[in-house]
Every structure is written in C-alpha cells, then in structure tokens.
T-cell receptor, first 113, second 113 residues
Framework: GNSVTQMEGPVTLSEEAFLTINCTYTATGYPSLFWYVQYPGEGLQLLLKATKADDKGSNKGFEATYRKETTSFHLEKGSVQVSDSAVYFC????????????FGTGTKLQVIP | DAGVTQSPTHLIKTRGQQVTLRCSPK?????VSWYQQALGQGPQFIFQ???????QRGNFPDRFSGHQFPNYSSELNVNALLLGDSALYLC????????????FGQGTRLTVV
C-alpha cells in the first residue's frame, strides 16, 4: 500500500539556520503530496501541497518540490524562526479520489534563539 | 467560515465505556474522514463517510463505528474502550473529487483510564 517515510527528529536548529526535512513516498499511482504542521496542543494545518510531478509548493517561506524520479518531497526553509517550532508531517493522498491521507510519523523541529 | 469543528475538546473515559465524538465539516464539504493520532505518532486513517455511508476503512476493529448525517456532520463511536484507545482523534472534511484538500479540525483528546 501507499506509505510515507520522513526523517526522524527531533531536529534542533538555531534561529536563521537552513532547514531540510526529508520525505519519500511509495504509491501505486500519482498521489498529491502535502506538508502539514502541528503546533503544540493543536490540530493539523496544511502548510503546502503539490499535485503533480515537478510542482513546487510554497508557503510562509517553506518550499517543497514533487520529485517523481526520486519519489521525494523534501521540505526546506532558508531561515527558520523560533515560531516555526512544531511537528511537521509529510503526507500523500492517492489518486483514486477518496482523499484518504497517509501520513509520515512526523518530525519535531525545535528552533532556539 | 468556522472551518472544521470538533466536540468535545477533551474527554476522560473509563476502560470498557463507550464514547461518541462529533464533527462538523467545513461549509460546502460533503466528505468526512476520521483519524487517530497516538502520542508521538502520525495520524492513522480510521474511516471515511460520504453520502451518509462508510466508503473506506482503515485497519481498525469493529469497536470503531461512525455515522454521517444529512447535513454532512459526523460522529465517531468507540465501544468497549481500551487504554490503548487514548489518543487525539482528528476529523477532516473535504469535497468529493480529485486533488481536493482535506481540512482538519483541532481534534478531541480522549484519555481512557
């Protein structure tokens, strides 16, 4: 079945450091790919998405590019802030139209001043 | 637009009891999915409702059941609660169709003692 694998955390960075969180997926078709963010004690918020190969999703300085050849969707940000501290989930939705979301295990990011 | 709303926010139940969680989807959405997120893990798909019927189900026992009402709101019922059912339960709503985005509620934190 479909699955998502993302790098384990926690990741600790200093403010203004460069962030990369790796994510790879397995799928039988051509899924849509997402990054969700979860702040402490809260639900999930969609951070960005890409629906087809070579698409780049971006939001709030975060970017991720849908790489079909490497089945990857790595999350990047050039300069992190303390307010970016959260858990980040890579996810996919299969192409069957049922909007079932398959999540990775999450990567906790802590940004220190 | 209130987005996806879930109730209650927190709940404490005793092992063996039954619980009902509620979800109101985002305005205009017709599909509701439920997820279980154990502490430190990614959300796991429980099931999805569309047109008042369960359309897809994850790897959860029959103790987990649900319902969707004509106004698209939904309930998740869990019978014979186990300690291992303690988790954050997330509801997501979407619009039927390809490549549509799922919007998540803030979740219900269930603690079984």
């Amino acid at each position: 079945g479909n699955s998502v694998t993302q790098m384990e955390g926690p990741v600790t960075l200093s403010e203004e450091a460069f962030l990369t969180i790796n994510c790879t997926y397995t799928a039988t078709g051509y899924p849509s790919l997402f990054w969700y963010v979860q702040y402490p004690g809260e639900g999930l918020q969609l951070l960005l998405k890409a629906t087809k190969a070579d698409d780049k999703g971006s939001n709030k300085g975060f970017e991720a590019t849908y790489r079909k050849e490497t089945t990857s969707f790595h999350l990047e940000k050039g300069s992190v802030q303390v307010s970016d501290s959260a858990v980040y989930f890579c996810a996919q939705v299969d192409s069957g139209g049922y909007q079932k979301v398959t999540f990775g295990t999450g990567t906790k990011l802590q940004v220190i001043p | 637009d209130a987005g996806v709303t879930q109730s209650p926010t927190h709940l404490i139940k005793t092992r063996g009891q039954q619980v009902t969680l509620r979800c109101s989807p985002k305005s205009g959405h017709d599909t509701v999915s439920w997820y279980q997120q154990a502490l430190g893990q990614g959300p796991q798909f429980i099931f999805q409702y569309y047109e008042e019927e369960e359309r897809q189900r994850g790897n959860f026992p029959d103790r987990f059941s649900g319902h969707q009402f004509p106004n698209y709101s939904s309930e998740l019922n869990v019978n014979a609660l186990l300690l291992g059912d303690s988790a954050l339960y997330l509801c997501a709503s979407s619009l039927q169709g390809l490549n549509t985005e799922a919007f998540f509620g803030q979740g219900t934190r269930l603690t079984v003692v």
